[in-house]
């Protein structure tokens, strides 16, 4: 294994510094922890937030527009929310996003002499949490991806190990708690800022002990303009869809009408868009409101008001799906003590059910989960003390790390995993529009490649980080669809093609977990709803 | 992806080599970074948004841009004024007001939905 050159203590250590992790580095450090934050990228550029910019569910209190947003999705997420998580999310929420203003000084837009909060532009808000947490004293080391967490002998996570690839050296900190605040995963579709977001902490918990919920809700696709990583949609409300030939693709749309984008793309592989309704005085506010929109239009030369261009769908699996770690009480707590989970790494179905979080609800859960799970690691640390420093630490990493077998890996891991998760995670017809005579073989194939990852694969220490995103995009797409062949209903965005109606006898979570053998357990039976939907 | 480094305007601070999520860059000789990875650009423009200089160019596209190609010739993106353009919209920059100030989008209504055409068409 990698000699440690770098050794490093810590109250709390976070891993990942998108929203979650800064929000959760920030409040720790206020309730006087001293505070660790590891990213494998750049804390303030790092995550699709910081490259996107998000829209945010930010609602004045009062309890008619409160009860109106959190009635806005239920149906559409099949109805697993938890109302009380989505009061605590609005409550915290609208707190954070005044002190954005009041403390961070972020500039929000004034509109009718009141600051606008329902949105942050991606660069200004990271970059300003990173100078904010820098004030609150929180130590940074940015291109240092985590690579395993660290347990004492009772199975507690007591630290993190990893390595400074602009260094070439390895790195261990101590410390008495954990926040995995990794993002979600995207495999690697170059969705934009999505490419850092591979699901590792959700195979670091898995190690420890953890479980994951909602992981069949990962099969979120993005419109994006063909051959490029803009995928920002919520202006293809404004479009119309065409097919290749120029002749309208009836019932396409952005929202409650992509799976006939994914079918005519399968099909034909092209479809064609033109935003076409929007008014002269709506295309000149889409600019200020989503610069980054246009990036791709004005490059390419393409006017899309009034040219028809090719669109296609980018696999955001549980960025802008809601699967992830399970976490177990008010602190974002993972089942493993000493382990906490925030952002998109942790579950959203408390408060997005089996629908996206995109366009609101996943920034504003990124800030309250980070907020949480940084309160509740720092109090778990001062509960812990100085006994902490004399624990004995153990790797917990697996798969990459610690091969089971006595032979190395026959072939490039990389690539092999490279080469499976194209062929059978990315495809729309796999992972999209779902039939159980196509999930299981592609999930055959993707245990017969764990199995013999498990078994051979390893890397030099700077090969390692890679090695281990590659096992944890296989180990995530494992859950994703061991969870989706358990759905046997139609919910939310997790459709079954032979399923294509609701059963209220599954009107339950489902929790997934095992790295080398999977299980997964229904939660128990929630409340009955009324008007039960599917989501498109 | 990125394609353009314009060394003439590069003032070799380093920062995109530190901001880029996805380690593409090395410091070269005399300190002009150099792309030393371009596959693993995640093409997230965040380098460009970050350079002081207005050196870099990130091409939309998810592939490199062909040999041939307008988006990697630095004095075709000077003269189109795409070359620091995302900065420029950002308002970040000496002298600049900050983007965030005026984003502000169109109120967005229930999607639309793509209508059968017409009987007969
Ligand atoms: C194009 C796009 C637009 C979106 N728009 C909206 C919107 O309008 N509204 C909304 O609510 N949501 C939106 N979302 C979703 C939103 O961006 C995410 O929910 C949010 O970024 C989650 O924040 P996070 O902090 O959990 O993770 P991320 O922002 O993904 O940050 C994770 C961080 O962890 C780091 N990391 C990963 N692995 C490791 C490791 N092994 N070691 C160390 N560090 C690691 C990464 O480098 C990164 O910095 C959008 C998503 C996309 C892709
Ligand atoms: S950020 Fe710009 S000026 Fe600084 S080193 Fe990079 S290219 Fe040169
Ligand atoms: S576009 Fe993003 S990923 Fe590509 S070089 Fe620039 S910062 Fe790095």
């Known amino acids: 294994m990698t000699t440690t050159a770098l050794d490093l203590t810590a109250d709390v250590v976070i891993v990942g510094g998108g929203p979650a992790g800064t929000w959760a580095a920030l409040t720790a450090a206020a309730a006087g922890a001293d505070v660790l934050l590891l990213d494998k990228g750049y804390c303030g550029t790092s995550g699709p937030t910081a490259s996107g910019g998000t829209g945010v569910w930010y609602v004045q209190p009062g309890p008619a527009a409160r009860e109106k947003a959190m009635a806005s999705r239920e149906a559409l997420g099949g109805h697993l929310q938890d109302r009380r998580w989505m009061a605590r999310v609005l409550d915290q929420t609208y707190e954070n996003m005044n002190r954005l203003e009041a403390e961070a000084r972020y500039p929000f837009p004034v509109v009718d002499g009141v600051a606008h909060k329902r949105g942050l532009q991606g660069p200004e808000y990271m970059r300003r949490m990173r100078s904010w947490i820098k004030r609150a004293g929180v130590r940074v080391l940015d291109h240092s991806p985590v690579t395993e967490l660290l347990v004492d002998p009772a199975g507690t996570v007591a630290g993190v190990r990893g390595h400074r690839r602009q260094h070439d050296t390895g790195y261990r900190v101590r410390a008495s708690a954990a926040v995995l605040a990794t993002g979600g995963c995207a495999f690697l579709s170059k969705a934009l800022g999505c490419d850092v977001a591979t699901g590792d902490g959700a195979l670091y918990a898995a190690e420890a002990g953890a479980a994951m919920s909602g992981m069949e809700f990962s099969n979120s696709y993005a419109i994006a303009p063909a051959f490029t990583s803009v995928t920002k949609t919520a202006y293809y409300g404004f479009a119309t869809f065409f097919h290749g030939d120029g002749t309208p693709l009836a019932g396409a749309g952005s929202q409650g009408g992509r799976s006939v984008i994914a079918q005519e793309l399968l099909r034909t592989g092209t479809v064609l868009c033109q935003i076409d309704h929007a008014t002269p005085e709506q295309q000149a506010l889409m600019r200020s409101g989503q610069p980054n929109f246009f990036l791709t239009f004005d490059r390419l030369g393409i006017n899309p008001f009034t040219d028809k261009f090719p669109v296609t769908l980018l696999l955001e699996g549980t960025v802008r799906g809601t699967g992830g770690i399970q976490i177990v009480d008010d602190d974002c707590a993972t089942t493993v003590p000493g382990l906490y989970a925030a952002g998109d790494a942790a579950t959203r179905e408390l408060i997005c059910g089996g629908f996206t979080g995109g366009g609101s609800h996943n920034s504003a859960w990124a800030m309250s989960s980070g907020t949480w799970a940084g309160g509740g690691a720092a109090r778990f640390a001062a509960a812990l003390g100085s006994s902490a420093v004399k624990r004995r630490l153990t790797g917990a990493g697996g798969v990459a790390v610690r091969p089971t077998g006595s032979r190395p890996f026959d072939g490039d891991p990389w690539a092999e995993a490279q080469d499976v998760l194209r062929r059978q995670v990315h495809p729309y017809d796999k992972n999209y529009l779902r039939h159980g005579d196509r999930l299981r073989p592609a999930l055959s194939e993707l245990d017969e490649l764990w199995q013999r990852l498990r078994a051979g694969a390893s890397a030099d220490p700077a090969g390692t980080p890679r090695l281990r995103q590659a096992a944890a995009m296989v180990a995530h797409a494992r859950w994703m669809y061991t969870s989706a062949l358990a759905r046997t209903e139609s919910r939310g965005m997790a459709r079954r093609q032979e399923f294509p109606g609701l059963d209220p006898a599954q009107h339950r979570r489902l929790t997934v977990g095992g790295l080398d053998e999977l299980w997964v357990r229904p939660e128990s039976l929630l409340a009955p709803r009324p008007e039960l939907a599917v989501a498109s | ?121």
């Open chain 2, 1 to 121: 992806m990125i394609e353009v480094v314009s060394a003439s305007r590069c003032v070799t601070c380093d920062v995109c080599i530190a901001v880029c999520p996805t380690n593409v860059f090395d410091r070269g000789a005399g300190g002009v970074p150099v792309i030393a990875r371009q596959n693993d650009c995640q093409t997230c423009f965040m380098c460009e948004a970050h350079c002081p200089a207005d050196a870099l160019f990130v091409a939309p596209l998810t592939h490199p841009a062909p040999p041939d190609s307008p988006l990697r010739d630095e004095d075709h993106v000077t003269d189109t004024g795409l070359l620091g353009s995302y900065r420029k919209e950002l308002g970040w920059g000496r002298g600049r007001k900050s983007g965030a100030r005026t984003a502000v989008g169109p109120e967005l209504g229930r999607a639309r939905i793509t209508p059968a055409p017409a009987q007969g068409e």
